[in-house]
């Protein structure tokens, strides 16, 4: 394992068995996360994000495969291969996951005090020293801008969705993991609450040094916290690269369809383009690149043949067999 990585994903497939058949969420996914930085995964809804997640804590659904060669390497350890005690202990400790519709989680029959306590108690192992722990808690509250003695002793429904979502996050971060992953994690929140709760993270990130993986359907909200973003399209990654490259030198198309159907911060709707077409369904995927349907440079190689995820240049990786032609053109200008 390269020694910037927190996480290496290689060769990861999860299947859902459902009444149709097999439906493959996540598909062959290669993905680093390196130590200290923030990441982001951007893809449409349904692209299998939240499966990828899940994965990575080893949470499974009942009626998902892991396949065989799977690998999430965690610190050198293949996540799949561990104990439950060693996975109990891995979550919370030394990963937490912060998901959409996480506020819902609280408990809404004790206060916040006691939840936190909880969640320390349950979480923590002989030798931990639970005050120093303890301690922690009116500094993350702070750190979420929330005034500890008013939210301590609340109950979930005397809290706004905002302070909610943010005593979770505090939550997440109080047996001091070394990632945090967000899925979704303002979604669910209005676009004010949103940006506060980003201004947050990227807080946190800078006083803590926590490493995070940012999920998002939303490539602008991930390209203010993010450095690297991974954009993920029908179970598969297909670019990866700086906040930069993917805004400025893309070489996906699907990368540049994304970008340019983003409204522009000037306003200016006429410049918006929408992807024509819809993501496939994952019970019925295209042969070859599954973007060719919708995609402006396929030819009859992508119609048949799938395209690796190759490193271009250093640290900027695409699966596209096209993607020298795109450069050419200018497209990305
Ligand atoms: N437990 C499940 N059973 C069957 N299909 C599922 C299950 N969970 C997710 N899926 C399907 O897997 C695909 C990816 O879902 P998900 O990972 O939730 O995507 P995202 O988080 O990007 O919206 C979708 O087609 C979804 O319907
Ligand atoms: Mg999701």
Redo the contacts with the bound molecule.
Sequence with gaps: MNEENIIEVRNLIAD?E?KEGI?R?VDHVDLDIKKGKVTGLI?E???????LVHALLNLN?P??YIREGSQVNFKGRNIFSLSAEELRRLRWREAALVFQAAQNSLNPTITIKEQMLDTIEAHLDHGDALSKKKGRIPKLLEMVRLEPERVLKSFPHELSGGMKQRTVIAMALLLDPEILILDEPTTALDMITQSYILDIFADIHEKLGVTMFFVTHDLSLAAKLAERLAIMYAGKILEVGSVEEIFYKAYHPYTIGLIKSMPSIIGDLSQMKPIPGLPPN?LHKPSGCLFHPRCPEATEECKKVEPKLIEIEKGHLVACHKYSNVKEKGMRS
Aim: charged share 10%; net charge neutral; proline share 0%.
């Design positions: 859902f459902v439906l969420s893809g809804s349904g692209c299998g994000k939240s499966t659904a009626n998902e994952l």
